[in-house]
């Protein structure tokens, strides 16, 4: 007679180990928005769960501001799972600001002409900024093309330092003088050589300055010709 004795057993099962992964990562330009990372768990069959985020060093929200952060997820163990943990970086790098810079060329109208200068950010934010002129304090107001101006930001923890310089032309203002003219007799005296401005103007306060002069001779019955002479308004005109 065969004869056996029966001795029970159990079966353990053992808590696995989830996959965590965080996604979201990577580098930004900064955008002022916040730049939130994802933590997926996954377990046996494929069964997700959401791990929750932190965010170091010492951030309760995603980051926002220019900086390096550490996202991790860190599942805790629970009934049929041990505990799984990820990390990523995420780093949010300074913006580069536009900058717009305009003026001229102008015409000499006796005033200081300046240049307009506008650096923006994110969404259209205006940023402080200077606004310089050289080799003076102020922009031109005498005929030029060498003065210049330079706007510019110095950068601060979100946005990149920015500048544009561009050159500032003032242009001579055209005015026609023309003579008078004028006639005496054989042997007299000339007459003084007067003129008067055809086309254009003077600036109030800008003087006429020299003197006309003609032709040499003395010839009854010829014609000589008046000219310009030293007669001038200065270099702002022409």
């Given at each position: 007679l065969l004869t056996f004795e029966y001795s029970p057993a159990t079966l353990s099962i053992k808590k696995v180990r989830p996959v965590a992964t965080v996604a979201g990562g990577g580098q930004f330009s900064y955008d002022g928005?916040?730049?939130?990372?994802t933590c997926t768990v996954v377990g046996v069959n494929g069964q997700t769960f959401q791990g929750p985020i932190s965010y170091s060093p010492g951030l309760n929200e995603p980051p926002v501001n220019v900086s390096t952060v550490t996202a991790t997820c860190d599942?805790?163990?629970n009934e049929n799972y041990?505990?799984?943990s990820d990390t990523d970086e995420i780093e949010i790098v300074k913006a580069v600001p536009a900058v717009a810079l305009t003026g001229g060329p102008f015409t000499y109208d006796g005033t200081t002409h300046s240049a307009t200068c506008s650096i923006t950010g994110v969404g259209n934010q205006t940023l402080a900024h200077t606004l310089s002129y050289s080799p003076g304090p102020d922009g031109p107001r005498n005929v030029t093309t060498t003065d210049s101006a330079t706007c510019a930001l110095a950068?601060?923890?979100n946005y990149e330092s920015a500048s544009m310089t561009r050159t500032l032309v003032v242009n001579p203002r055209q005015i026609t003088i023309t003579?008078?003219?004028k006639t005496k007799s054989y042997g007299e005296v000339d007459p003084a050589l007067t003129y008067k401005i055809t086309d254009g103007s003077l600036v109030p306060g800008?003087?006429?300055?020299g003197t006309l002069i003609r032709d040499p001779g003395e010839a009854a019955g010829a014609s000589y010709a008046i000219k310009q002479g030293t007669l001038t308004a200065g270099t702002n005109y022409f």
């Open positions: 928005l916040p730049h939130a990372a599942f805790a163990e041990l505990s799984a950068g601060d923890g003579a008078d003219p800008d003087p006429l300055t």
